[in-house]
């Protein structure tokens, strides 16, 4: 577990690009970054180095936090998961490491990713198993030091210790052919998912559309149904440029209503009109009536009457 930690640490870069590529030929659109990467690596070689449950569960919430719980990127993680072994190997090839000791760390870095998955995608821990199993295959070898295969001069030696490797190797190819069965299976499934996400996105995209395209044709068409409804608004836009402000402004003076100024406005009246000309019957053609009327045509008439007396004079 140490050796392994210590490789995966120092040789991280490596780690990484290799599951670049293997993301790469898996996903058209990668989501994940190389930070994400380094992260996923990060917490796979901390439970390598000490396998703890709960540690590596509260690390991939974070993770899962971090990218907003995208479908997409989580999907991405799996796919990393599952590449991460092979991507590991072919840095360990680069290391000179007795072949049983390549059959303990394939056995810990398989415990870690399954750990990994069954947190990550609960659904499947019972595909998978208990992450404890063969526990104790790494323990006979916690304690030799880490030298490269040495040739020993004693024949007894060298066959026992070839009878020992081949055994570990036709061990180590039965449970790699049952995992790579286990991760096609795997990968089958989470593409079929995928493509199962991708149509109903689709078929999403395209109610949203429609709805879209509904929303803003009732739209529409309620504009034009409230236009013919209330034309007066129209009109009173269509003629507010060129309305009299002297008599708003005189109206506004004897308490007339906002509604009953654009009343006038829309008759095209002007202060002189109102004052010289307007009769009560076309104040009341204007729909005023009671008090109103009353108050409006009391003003008009007050103003006509000091006039009259000028002109009698």
Known sequence: RSILYK??????????????????????DVQLSVTHIKQIISILRDFIRSPEH????????KLKVDLDFDSTSINQIQLVLF????????????????????????????????????????????????ASESEGVDKEVEDEDYQPVQQHNSEEVVHTSGVSTMSSLVSHDTQSQQLNLQLGRLRQETNRLLEDLVQKER???????????QRSHDLHLLQIKSSMDNPRSAS?????????????????????????IEQFIEEGYTLYDVLHEVTKEDLKNLR??????????????????PNKIEVNY
């Open 83 to 130: 590449g991460f072994q092979d991507a590991v190997n072919k840095v360990l090839r680069n290391h000179l490491i007795r072949p049983h000791w390549m059959f303990a760390m394939d056995n810990i870095i398989r415990r870690a990713v399954q750990a990994a998955v069954t947190i990550l995608i609960p659904e499947l821990r019972t595909h998978l198993g208990p």
């Open 54 to 61: 709960r540690v590596m569960a509260s690390t991939i919430s």
């Open 288 to 305: 005023l009536r009671g008090g109103p009327l009353c108050r409006l045509w009391k003003a008009i008439s007050k103003y006509r009457k």
């Open 236 to 260: 009173y836009v269509s003629i507010g440029i060129n309305r009299d402000q002297e008599l708003v402004e005189w109206l506004r003076q004897q308490g007339t209503a906002e509604d009953v």
């Open 7 to 28: 490789i995966l640490k120092e040789e991280q870069n490596k780690v990484s690009s290799n599951l670049q590529e293997c993301l790469k030929q898996s996903s058209e």
């Open 203 to 213: 078929e999403y995209q395209f109610l949203l559309k429609q709805c879209l395209e």
